[in-house]
């Protein structure tokens, strides 16, 4: 089916909607701020998406509709708002405060992660650019988290978000490169997969969640911090 893709996002939206309906969950949802925060994150990958078009990936025409934006069908535009929302849904259902709690031994992760950048410049320069792109992002994860002070990755909440993630993945782009909806250029990357899944969708997965995360973050404390002001 042609709008294959399409009904992918409209199933996706299904956990969103549904969880409308939890008193918990509506009452922390802030519809508003995760759109802007998704609308932010999304500009990048957008732009990523659509110079690596036709290369790294491309979009099986049997699964997506002829209508195409800057070379992309609309379903990927979707995907980038429908699977974010979402996981920032699952991200505000683990506010325990003991989650959020600032854990020493964790302070270098980010360090850690800045390795990732030359790396993964080396690794693209090798001609591996999907897998050289994607360490790249890990290492401005590590950069984005400190410079905005949002210290997520010091946090066991991150690392539960994560591993939820990873399920979501296998399901999500289990789905999307089994049917195939989206096919991969092999040049462009290591050539290990899980299951169907190449290896560095994972960390593309894990980065652009961990952006939509700290962007909410971000956004969330300002906007409380500026209403707290007003009622001053």
Known sequence: MKFEYLLFNLIVTVGPVVSQFN????????????????????IPYIIWDVLVTGSHW?????????????????????????????????????SDAKLSTRLRPLRYVGTVLYIALPIGIWVFSRGKQYTGLVLCCIGLVGLTDTLLRTELLMQLKT????????????????????????????????GYRILTIPIEDFGYGFTLMLFNAMFYEKVFNFTLRRNNGRMA
């Open 159 to 190: 690392y539960i978000y994560l591993g939820i993630v990873v399920g979501l993945i296998l399901i999500f782009n289990g789905y999307l490169t089994a049917r195939p909806v989206v096919l991969y250029g092999e040049a462009y990357q290591m």
């Open 58 to 94: 491309h979009f099986n025409k049997a699964y997506t509709l002829d209508f195409r934006l800057f070379g992309l069908p609309i379903g990927e535009w979707l995907f980038f708002i429908t699977v974010p929302f979402g996981c920032l849904l699952v991200w505000e259902t683990l």
């Open 23 to 42: 008193r918990q969950i509506k009452h922390i949802s802030q519809w508003r701020l995760k759109l802007l925060t998704n609308g932010i994150v999304m």
